[in-house]
Every structure is written in C-alpha cells, then in structure tokens.
Nanobody, 126 residues
Framework: QAQVKESGGGLVQAGDSLRLSCAAS????????MGWFRQAPGKERDIVAA????????YYADSVKGRFTISRDNAKNTVYLQMNSLKPEDTAVYYC???????????????????WGQGTQVTVSS
C-alpha cells in the first residue's frame, strides 16, 4: 500500500513563489511516475505537472509552463512542485498522485494514477 502526503500550501500574493512537497511511503516510490493535479471550486481535477520515475521526463499543463517546475528526490521519496509567478487563477487544492510501476513518459490522465494524497490548499490573492 502506498501513501502520499502533500505539504507546503498557503496564502500568497500574486507574483509570489511557493514550493509544494509530496512525501511518499509504502510501495516502491522510485518505480512510480508522480503527478501534481489541482482542483478549483466547481471545476474538475486537472493535471498540473508530472514526472517520470527517473526524473528525466516531465510534463506540464500549458497554463503553468515556464512558471512551475516539478522535480523528485528518490533518495528522500519526495516530489516537489516549485511554483513561481503565481496568479489568482492558480488558486486551488493541489493533489499529489502516484502511478505505481509506470515506466516511460509520465501519464497526464487522472485515471492512470493509483494513489492520491488529501490535498493542500493554495490561495493566490490579487
């Protein structure tokens, strides 16, 4: 059984930066693709960024390209989401998810992720 837990959310102003962390435990983290999703009130949960098990391949939603960076430290079983130049429209609950055993390019589809965290709130004020 794998578990993932997010941390690092908070209230910031537009233009600020924030770094989210996701600690994974249980099943093999280093063999898993990892993803960050977000869900704003009344909207669907959408992919923000994803990273392959090796860390060599990443995926970003168009809305965050050039502002957000996903990375991982397999020795620490942790994945990060560095968010720069935050905008009010980035306000959402951010979820970390693991795609256990997924090799190759990281998946962008929500259904391909097996384990989810409880989420962390990110609020960006204008």
């Amino acid at each position: 059984q794998a578990q993932v837990k997010e941390s690092g959310g908070g209230l910031v102003q537009a233009g600020d930066s924030l770094r989210l962390s996701c600690a994974a435990s249980g099943r093999t983290f280093s063999n898993s693709a990892m993803g960050w999703f977000r869900q704003a009130p009344g909207k669907e949960r959408d992919i923000v960024a994803a990273i392959s098990w090796s860390g060599r391949t990443t995926y970003y939603a168009d809305s965050v390209k050039g502002r957000f960076t996903i990375s991982r430290d397999n020795a620490k079983n942790t994945v990060y989401l560095q968010m720069n130049s935050l905008k009010p429209e980035d306000t959402a609950v951010y979820y970390c998810a693991a795609a256990i055993g997924h090799v190759g390019a990281p998946p962008s589809g929500r259904s391909e992720y097996n384990y989810w965290g409880q989420g962390t709130q990110v609020t960006v004020s204008s």
